[in-house]
Nanobody
Framework: QVQLVESGGGSVQVGGSLRLSCTVSGDAFSDYCMAWFRQAPGKEREAVATINGDNAATFYPDSVKGRFTISEEKAKKMVYLEMNSLKPEDTAMYYC????????????????????????????WGQGTQVTVSS
């Protein structure tokens, strides 16, 4: 079993920054992908960042590109999401997700293999942390 626990959410003003953390525990795994998703009230869950554990390749949708950065510290089993220049539309519950082995889904993007942002590509989910951006 793999457990994911998010932290670092909170309230911030427009233009501010937050760093979310995801603590990974449980069974060790290789050939993995990690991601951050978000879901706002009344909207579908969407990926905001993915990272390939093999080559550190990342993916960001246009809505957050240049503002969000995903990173990991393998030794600490931590994954982070640095969010800058936050906007009211970034308000949502943010979730950490993981997939490994045969459950991992990759696609060729930016000249390398990157983890798919599709919602059904992920097998482990955290409980979420709320981010609220106010003007």
């Amino acid at each position: 079993q793999v457990q994911l626990v998010e932290s670092g959410g909170g309230s911030v003003q427009v233009g501010g920054s937050l760093r979310l953390s995801c603590t990974v525990s449980g069974d060790a795994f290789s050939d993995y992908c990690m991601a951050w998703f978000r879901q706002a009230p009344g909207k579908e869950r969407e990926a905001v960042a993915t990272i390939n554990g093999d080559n550190a390749a990342t993916f960001y949708p246009d809505s957050v590109k240049g503002r969000f950065t995903i990173s990991e510290e393998k030794a600490k089993k931590m994954v982070y999401l640095e969010m800058n220049s936050l906007k009211p539309e970034d308000t949502a519950m943010y979730y950490c997700a993981a997939a490994a082995g045969k459950r991992r889904r990759l696609f060729f993007h930016g000249l390398t293999w990157t983890c798919s942002p599709a919602d059904d590509s992920w097998e482990h989910w955290g409980q979420g942390t709320q981010v609220t951006v106010s003007s």
